[in-house]
């Protein structure tokens, strides 16, 4: 016992020791920039990519690894209740109410990791990164002063994966029929900041013989209840819209191929309502919600201790979320990417009022861990948070975000996607 105890308490201590002290550059730029022309991405592409890539990895211990992946199995869980539904989509508009055959693919977990362990920051349904990190897994050197391993898969087997996460999307569907044809879809995606990332998509499914697409939606058109890209029939859409119930104009075509099952999307409004709504993590941090919903006692431990207190923002609690202001993030209800969200110590008495009028939640304020990094030969701290890419509630792939600043952003020198080694 005492044996299991001290191991424990090295290997924790040994990963925060390696993020705050350990200085490596664990990326291989060069085997990396072979890596991504193998993928015959154009070169101004490939400039851009530098930006997305940290040149260092962050190190969870197996104490952590193991938090996260029971964190995951609860929210599963507890999701795939018919209880929790039934709140969940409540306060979903009338698409999400559409049944679902899929799981969704590319969830992501986003964590804060303290002395107590991963807490959940939030949950998002088309979270990227996922090809760019298992591209930057090919071109990982040892660090010098630490034995770690990926969680995970190599990249080779990771991207296979992704290819039978699709696979299985349309077979759970389709059944037996032939996958021929993905089309990526997002507004204009070409100018996206991500667009790498398609390309990589685009040449992962290719090599894989599935026919790929990278689409406008208002370039769809639905023909005698077939989705086409011009001549070109599709399948399966893999969804990066932010548009979460595809109420924009431009949305249109392919809201009614979902409505009219001529196409398999995937993540769809249904995920989105479950899982990435920010006021469906007031339900599962709350006890009395939970065993509401018939969780069970180990999976509400689980999630009391690591979601942290989440509340609705209303006018009747108005006056002690702005007393409690300085403890408490505050994020729109169906945001993304940090758009529109606060932290309470920096909102002003405007700000407060336009959170007052929106549809916000209040979140108990977890500050990111930090990560020692060379920047221009000068020891800095960056913030980061890590990022659990998941399908059908398991893990496929860690990744950390390195950044500087309220919320992750691309714009910190130094900082992007890490990958992330569990310190032995």
Known sequence: MNDKKVCKTNCDSAADLLNRACFCKTLNRAELLVSLQA??????VLQHLEQLFSHTAVFISPTQWQQLQRLVHAITRVTAL????????????????????????????????NESGPQVIEINTNAGGGFLNAILLSAQTACCNAAGTFPQLLQPQVESEFVAMFKREWQLARGDQTLRCIALVDENPSAQFLYPEFLLAQSVFERAGIKTLI??????????????????MIDLVYNRLTDFSLTQPGNAVLRSAYENNAIVLTPNPRHHALYADKRNLVLLSDETNLREFGTSGDDIKTLLAGIPRTQLVSAD??????QERKHLFFKPATGYGSKAAY????ITKRVWDEILQGDYVAQQQIPPSERG???DEQEIALKMDIR???YAGEIQLLAARLYQGQTTNFRTQGGGFAPVFVAE
């Open 39 to 44: 993928q015959a991405l154009p070169a101004e």
């Open 215 to 232: 689409v406008d939606p208002r370039e769809l058109s639905l023909v005698d209840g077939k989705l086409f890209y011009q001549q070109q």
């Open 82 to 113: 018919s209880a929790y539904q039934q709140a969940a989509l409540a306060k979903a508009p009338a698409i999400a109410q559409h049944a679902s055959t899929v799981s969704g693919v590319f969830m992501g977990f986003d964590f804060h990791l």
């Open 388 to 390: 659990a890419y998941v």
């Open 343 to 346: 932290r309470g110590d920096k």
């Open 317 to 322: 609690n108005a006056e002690h979320l702005w």
């Open 373 to 375: 990094i060379l920047v």
